[in-house]
């Protein structure tokens, strides 16, 4: 079964930093581009960065730009996100996505985690 499955979630205070991890089970995510999104209950799920296959271009939503970096270990199979600066809404579930080219439109991703919950408050 083809699938990711994240980790790295949790409670932190503001101004503080989480790495999420995302490692593709099943299949080599090496030619896809990956991305991360975020849901609020309520809410849209929102894309937070994305990363190419080929030349390991990241791009990030206003939101986050400056303060989230997206990364990638193909060798393990694997995406990062490293989050400095939490603020509190920036909580949210987080989910990793693979697809085929890296974009915030979460219709053009194939593959999906189940999500990791992050939670910044004092």
């Known amino acids: 079964q083809l699938q990711f499955v994240e980790s790295g979630g949790g409670l932190v205070q503001p101004e503080g930093s989480l790495r999420l991890a995302c490692t593709a089970s099943?299949?080599?995510?090496?030619?896809?581009?990956l991305g991360w999104f975020r849901q609020v209950s309520g809410k849209e799920r929102e894309g937070v960065a994305s990363?190419?296959?080929?030349?390991?271009?990241?791009y990030y939503s206003d939101s986050v730009k400056g303060r989230f970096t997206i990364s990638r270990d193909n060798a393990e199979n694997t995406v990062y996100l490293q989050m400095n600066s939490l603020k509190p809404e920036d909580t949210a579930v987080y989910y990793c996505?693979?697809?085929?080219?890296?974009?915030?439109?979460?219709?053009?991703?194939?593959?999906w985690g189940q999500g990791t919950q992050v939670t910044v408050s004092s």
């Open positions: 990363i190419s296959s080929s030349d390991g271009c990241a």
């Open positions: 996505a693979g697809g085929l080219i890296p974009t915030m439109e979460e219709v053009l991703y194939d593959y």
């Open positions: 099943g299949f080599s995510s090496r030619s896809y581009a």
